[in-house]
């Protein structure tokens, strides 16, 4: 078993924060016209945090057990409901409050499970 410290799991939520990210700039991107510069700007700010994404997971996964990381990955969920909010306006209805609860739990649990096993 890989050892897990607060380094990491900052590590892993970093990365899954810069991931979230992604989305927002493909959004503002498709409602650019195509090739033009703010288009180029917004799809090149989404692959390039998509890039500095993929070298911090590759780091987090070789300090993180796998189920570790993948079940992280689910705060991914509740950032885009956050971007959601802060840039498009949206609204977050009671199911979907409660389902970032179960995400949230759901994270938890596993993350506790592991430090008894």
């Given at each position: ?7 990491t ?61 993948y ?15 802060l840039?498009?306006?949206e ?27």
């Amino acid at each position: 078993m890989i050892k897990r410290d607060k380094k990491t799991i900052l590590l892993l939520n970093l990365a899954f924060f810069l991931y979230s990210f992604t989305s927002v700039m493909s959004k503002f991107a498709a409602g650019e016209e195509f090739l033009t510069m703010k288009w180029l700007l917004c799809y090149g700010t989404m692959l390039l945090l998509l890039m500095v994404y993929a070298v911090l997971w590759q780091f987090a996964l070789k300090k993180a057990d796998l189920i570790t990381a993948y079940a992280n990955k689910a705060v991914v969920v509740i950032w885009g409901m956050v971007w959601g909010i802060l840039f498009f306006h949206e609204h977050i209805s009671l199911l979907k409050g409660i389902g970032i609860l179960i995400i949230i739990v759901g994270i938890v649990v596993l993350s506790k499970g592991e430090k008894d096993a």
